[in-house]
């Protein structure tokens, strides 16, 4: 299979699988957000809650679903 890439194509590439489809939000999935100007869902979450361990499932199928077009993060609400 032979791929040709451009310059637009790769940046694209390069953009879509640099993050994983799925992130915990910190400062690098900020930055990705605010200044990519992504869209983005974020799940506020105890990481500790069974009930929010089923929504987590969840958001990951989404996720790969939506891969390069909408970011998913999840915020935990414990964390300090």
């Known amino acids: 299979m032979n791929t040709t890439f451009t310059d637009k194509s790769f940046a694209q590439f390069i953009d879509k699988y640099s993050f994983a489809d799925f992130m915990e939000y910190d400062d690098r999935a900020a930055v990705r957000i605010s200044e990519n ?44």
Request: with cysteine.
């Open 37 to 80: 100007k992504n869209a983005a869902i974020l799940l506020f979450s105890d990481k500790k809650s069974e009930k929010c361990k089923d929504a987590e499932e969840i958001f990951k199928e989404l996720s790969k679903k939506m891969k390069g077009r909408i970011l998913f993060a999840v915020v935990d609400t414990e964390s300090k």
